[in-house]
């Protein structure tokens, strides 16, 4: 179906615009390198290594939270057990003389004997739980270690991984980029032959038309919609002359005659 009068005529210049038909089969090499380029770029963002690389980090982070707990944990815990084992040496000192005392019969009472015999055996039970406390301290110490361990192992290990994707993304970036600028370059040479006016009309459509501003008419159809050619705009394209710039009436883009138009 013809598109209306008022869509064709949106831009009357434009529409009238003219180039030479070797001039408008160099625009479709310049598609050709700007969807290459596309592609590229496409490819650049979308590498597996920025996923890697992005949860590797975001991992390591938590990390570095998680060994800062720890290492403030294992450090109270020494503390607290130096403390624990303070109390055991005071507590085993105080027995130690308690025993001298009764050893060299320096108990002046039979009462006084008993209260000391009582406070050693105080002493012991007091001595036997605070070795308790010590042994649950240090187990607790042996389990906070190993945790050290298995995050500090685990952050080598992350570091290693990150390391080796950041090193695959720069190389893969760097070998994109190389091919890009190639592009680039050759992309600089075909346009510095052509029409301003063409070009200027060419990448105002692909900034419209998601990176497609020119497409080839091939077999009656536009390559860039892939819409077949209505009866009265063939025609119409078929009687224009070499120098035409051709539109597309569905999707606006250039139209490039090639040998397979089926005009």
């Avoid at 025993?99 to 060299?104: A, N, V």
């Amino acid at each position: 179906m013809d598109r209306p009068r008022a869509a064709r005529e949106e831009d009357p210049a434009l529409n009238a615009l003219t180039a030479a038909a070797d001039d408008q089969l160099r625009l479709l090499e310049v598609q050709r390198i700007d969807s290459r380029l596309d592609q590229l770029d496409y490819r650049k963002q979308r590498l597996p290594e920025h996923e890697q690389i992005q949860r590797g980090t975001t991992r390591m982070a938590e990390l570095r939270t998680l060994l800062v707990a720890a290492q403030t944990e294992q450090t109270d815990i020494e503390r607290e057990q130096r403390k624990a084992e303070a109390d055991v040496d005071a507590v085993r000192a105080r027995a130690v003389r308690d025993r001298e005392r009764l050893d060299r019969g320096q108990v002046g009472s039979p009462r006084e004997l008993e209260s000391l015999q009582h406070e050693i055996e105080t002493l012991q039970r007091r001595q036997s739980d605070l070795e308790d406390v010590v042994l649950e301290i240090m187990e607790r110490s042996e389990s906070c270690a190993a945790r050290l361990a298995e995050l500090t192992a685990e952050q080598d290990r992350l570091g290693a991984e990150l390391a080796a994707a950041e090193s695959r993304r720069d190389a893969q970036t760097a070998e994109l980029d190389a091919e890009a600028g190639g592009l680039s370059e050759q992309r600089k040479s075909v346009v510095a032959e052509l029409p301003t006016e063409l070009v200027t009309l060419y990448e105002r459509i692909r900034a419209q038309q998601g990176g497609v501003g020119a497409a080839p008419l091939r077999q009656r159809r536009c390559d860039g919609c892939r819409l077949e050619i209505g009866a009265t705009d063939l025609q119409r394209f078929r009687t224009a002359p070499p120098d035409a710039v051709l539109r597309c009436e569905e999707c606006r883009r250039i139209l490039i005659r090639v040998p397979d138009s089926g005009l």
